[in-house]
């Protein structure tokens, strides 16, 4: 595993989700989370000319002035549509957890807010009538880029039907109904997520661009970046850099997955770092006149808000009602966006 995450084909379950060795792949992929809390998925609609579209036209934003930028920054909505500026989202303090690690395998410890931007485009359909408009507001729309919207759709679309298709596939390896788990995140508050990174104020080893964290949504995914730096926690300790195949998407366990199954399957830890490898990359980069900005393909996929967070029937006993109490997913996400700061109540 120290190669990295382990790659499952899902076109078996698309094809037929009831066949003999469609169930074999839900297994492993639950086995996999169970161990990992990560695994690489390879999808027959996944090219890596969409994942480009949008990988260009986010560099293109990102490099406007931050006079621009700051247009689109709602910090009225906590961040949750829009831009979020640099130094504004602050990794919660898991300083017990990184103290436990082996050296070899030792987290960047934050110091402080991270100096990168995002973006939150919801995907999806919202809830008509929902107690937290603030996770389910409308759509910023920068004025510069009329394809903005078309972009970010088809990319963010194919994104959440991976996710859908890996949260089938989870049910079923658990032996649960096939919707089991995406009767929950129908209207949630998914949102593709891309981070932006400037390489060329901040490209010195070992700066930390995400610090170590998990994510506190139910499952989110990746596609590939153009610049590596992202480390994974497996459930025994080990750090294992991700490289994600061409035509393969990177998807992490969140804290959401976690609280559904009695954390038999854990959120996974993760950081973006500048490693000795992003400054080759960035080397060849200004030799060929790229772009120096580092974005991250990220979508959230969430448990819808008004949706409460219950334990799958395999995981529901007493013992882990106590740690993963019943609770309004947007209750968690509202306490969570408060931890990190992006919340001010």
């Known amino acids: 595993m120290e190669s990295g995450p382990v790659v499952i084909d899902v076109s078996r379950f698309l094809a037929d989700p009831t066949s003999a060795e469609a169930l074999e792949d839900c297994k492993k992929l639950v086995k996999t989370l169970q ?29 406007q002035p931050v006079e621009e930028l700051m247009k689109d920054v709602h910090p009225e909505w906590s961040y949750q549509l829009g ?5 504004t989202e602050e990794p919660r303090d898991h300083s017990e957890v990184i103290t436990k690690l082996l050296p070899q395998y030792a987290a960047h410890a934050p110091k402080g807010a991270d100096p990168k931007w995002r973006f939150f485009w919801r995907i999806g359909d919202r809830p008509e009538d929902t107690k937290f408009p603030e996770l389910n507001c409308a759509p910023v729309i920068p004025k510069a880029f009329p394809e903005w919207q078309n972009v970010m759709d088809s990319w963010g679309s194919l994104m959440l039907s991976s996710i859908e298709t890996v949260s089938e596939m989870i049910a079923t390896g658990y032996n649960l109904p096939k ?10 508050p998914h949102l ?10 901040f490209g010195n080893l070992d700066q930390i661009f995400a610090g170590f964290h998990y994510d506190f949504n139910l499952l989110t995914i990746h596609g590939k970046s153009r610049y590596p730096g992202l480390y994974i926690w497996l459930r025994d300790g080990t750090r294992v850099p991700v490289k994600v195949p061409n035509g393969c998407l990177l998807l992490q366990a969140g804290k959401q997955l976690e609280w559904i199954t ?12 500048v490693t000795e490898d992003t400054l080759k990359v960035m080397e060849k980069s200004k030799d060929e006149g790229k772009s120096l900005w580092r974005i991250s393909s990220t979508l959230f996929g969430h448990v819808a808000s008004d949706k409460n967070l219950t ?25 969570e966006l408060e931890m990190i700061k992006l919340s001010k109540k």
Do not use: W
């Open 262 to 273: 009695g954390g038999d399957i854990l959120a996974g830890f993760h950081e973006v770092v």
């Open 311 to 335: 334990l799958l029937e395999p995981f529901n006993n007493p013992q882990n009602l106590e740690k993963y109490p019943n609770i309004l997913a947007g209750k968690q996400s509202e306490a």
């Open 35 to 63: 161990e990992t809390s990560c695994l690489v998925i390879k999808h027959p609609k996944v090219n890596e000319e969409d994942n480009s579209r949008f990988l260009d036209m986010m560099e293109k934003y990102y490099e």
């Open 192 to 201: 593709l997520a891309p981070t932006g990174s400037d390489l060329k104020r």
């Open 179 to 188: 919707d089991s788990i995406t009767n929950l995140m129908k209207n949630g």
């Open 83 to 87: 831009a979020t500026p640099e130094f």
